[in-house]
């Protein structure tokens, strides 16, 4: 296992050891979490602060306890009520809470750029402190990229979670790939396992230009499409995006109703996927819109509660990871 | 010392040896909080989720220090920042929080069953998640009802609080009963006990369809009042509830001027009831409204900083003893 | 080393022995903070309760941090979600904590006296709990103007930071005096050090007045100025308040980059003072207003993140020094 990143900000360049150091961490982290006592002192003595300029109560709790079971102290930004509101700058912000102690920021921001914004400026000023993008604009959310594959890889071994098993799989994201930075941080995952991803969506949030969201060396393709059945048509995993209700008013959809019809995943349309199709989104749901309430609610087909469950794992191995490495630098 | 029930939603159906038990289990965590360390580890490696929908520092803090006491993990759901203003149901977030981890969930709504909905989905789920019902509309507040009860039992025997103290005592319960969940809870231990309760406010809060409120397994008795001065006559404790001004502009009330005239708890009162008699208020106070405040403050017959005191030891009491009982189902 | 002192409401009182008490106990919290296990058991069982009525994430996390690097328990009252909103008096949100077990309150208040008033109640009651001011109206800002102090005699000489390092030293504190807390708390802190204070800024923000403000036993002298220059000649150390913007509709001043060309410290300004002068701000800086972006990010002549550093040591020696002194009272 070799683990040298120091930063976590989004996946376009993480190569194949990197995906497998995190997969067999979560795994083991996973199996911590099993047990009697939940907790691990691997992290003790470092102080990681959410810094949350976005607000998000799920994700939030998810950094929060995974940072709890590994014995770090945690520190709460709340923009609200703070000094933002007073003139201070970002980076000002995350200055403050670098010299509190704290040794991870977890970031998450409406604009895209923030994280790598600060880590540029912690890495100027060689403090050691490691960033974690929890979110940025329609950037890149590379943590719930990364507890996607952990939840399909711990599907198809579960003892054993790693790259190669998606490899020749097909994968359908479904919905406003446009504006998603989770279909962002999953493209890049995917296609490095050898996946195959099949975008589809309007139009008007599937726009062409995202033929170019390949990176060469990935061996996974990557396909657009503007009806669902192609997409579809024997699919191993069915990603369901979010929809965002204002897009309507940004006339880029026309009715929820309408979206629904035309791309909500329905347990008509799994017909048309690989018998043993499994389904993910990325919470929390639209009810009856990306995906019918049956569907939604039935394990057979849905792996949306595994996705939040192994957030907690995948997270604790990302701040363990870069935790870890951050020790060795100071 | 038995104890099989797996939530606490309300006390309508408790019977006498569950008071017991928790009485008892209060008792011994008010001895552990005398300590220099007050922590045990009873409940390490568990989750316990707040989660109020309708806010409330004084209860949520409560909590709080209770589960971190029993060395438990806590998450806190604000629902300010939260997905429910993206469209999830509370369904949706309970199962968000399970999937996570959640082994309790303390549960606070404005709406009267949400609590017993989200407990009947975990069971309907097979989750061995645990609810507890922190206040839910005008239903119940069974925690106040417990550390009323309890705080109560302790004075009349500080070593063994149980139920039987209570046998024949005349308890009145002052105010708003019609919009009141802390007076439902307490009917229902108090008659549990065997005490006589004597209800009294304006009559537009204090409706006659109150007297149904009587388990006729109970052996205490049940009586509606008007006027103030039947219900204190000879009375061992007087239960005062807070008056919400709002009810005024619901035009329940005259003013809360006249509401302290006919029924606000002052020195001169006290002459009505029994020489030892003992007043409570589940706080926040309005001072001279409920009570005056000099009485409030006379630590010769105001319990109320000793109700906030028992708060801790009967809600560490209530996980402990529905953690450990969850941990059983597992 | 001798410690009496139960609350710490501000530092006009302050003798030279708690001073150096002060740094003494911040110095060897400093040197815990160093080692890989930054946390020791001082207040375990204790609970420290911030009640920041005013909002405030840089204190309030400050405090959070040192509270939990002694292992306390902490509770987060909220204002905005709490039973204030209910018309309960503050005296009275006070005693729900202190019933709830709270061992130290940490209090901030945009009312003068708050703290205090709290203070004598809980005296009045004897109950052993410790206030500590974290901020009242214009009043004082005692752990601010000690994390100010430890800062400057840390530069002095590191390992044994005393208050005798700052005698004779020539010190400009420039800005908004009227209205800051922190000027008056370092005001006391400084002159009893011995240190010389120029107090500067424009006539409606340094009223004559405060030429009162001087302990007739403090041997450190106090001279107003309304022009920047003779105030930093020959300065060792210059303190930069922060300008609240709504001064300026207030009529106090004319405008940010008016008030920036008479009283902002910039490179050039440097001149004027002591070769090795040092800068500090209590933050959150104004860039460009206070100080120039520059100047505030050059480590040879910024304190301002070593203030934010000192701030959780002196913070953990001040909740140490008066939570193991309360416990002797219990």
Known sequence: MTWTR?????????????????????????????????????????????????????????FELAA???????????PGSSSLTKGETILDTAKTYLAMGTNIMVIRHKEAGVPQAIAAEMDRLDTGVSILNAGDGQHEHPSQGLLDLFTICSLLD?????????????????????????????????????????????????????????????????????????????ADFVMTLRLQKERMT???????????????????RLQLCHPDVKILHPGPVNRGVEISSDLMDDPQF????????????????????????????E
């Open 6 to 62: 120091h930063h976590v900000l989004g996946l376009a360049d993480w190569v194949k050891d990197e995906y497998d150091t995190l997969l067999q961490t979560a795994s083991s982290f996973r199996e911590v979490l099993s047990r009697r006592t939940k907790k691990v002192p691997a992290l003790q003595g470092l102080v990681v602060t959410n810094m949350f300029f976005e607000p998000s109560t799920r994700t939030r709790s998810s």
């Open 68 to 78: 709890k079971r590994l014995s770090a102290d945690i520190l709460n930004f709340a």
């Open 158 to 234: 579960c003892d054993k979670p790693r790259l190669e098993l998606l490899n020749g799989k097909k994968i359908a994201i479904v919905g406003d790939i446009l504006h998603s930075r989770v279909a962002r941080s999953n493209i890049w995952s995917l296609t490095a396992a050898g996946a195959n991803v099949h975008l589809v969506g309007p139009p008007t949030l599937v726009p062409e230009w995202f033929k170019g969201m390949k990176n060469d060396s990935h061996s996974g393709e990557l396909f657009l499409h503007w009806e669902l059945e192609p997409a579809l048509e024997n």
């Open 250 to 268: 940004d006339y880029l959809l026309p009715s929820l109703r309408e979206y629904h019809q035309l791309y909500g995943m329905t347990r008509n």
């Open 302 to 329: 849905s792996l949306i509660q595994q996705q939040v469950t192994s957030g907690i794992a995948v997270r604790m191995a990302l701040l363990f990871l870069i935790g870890t490495s951050s020790e060795m630098v």
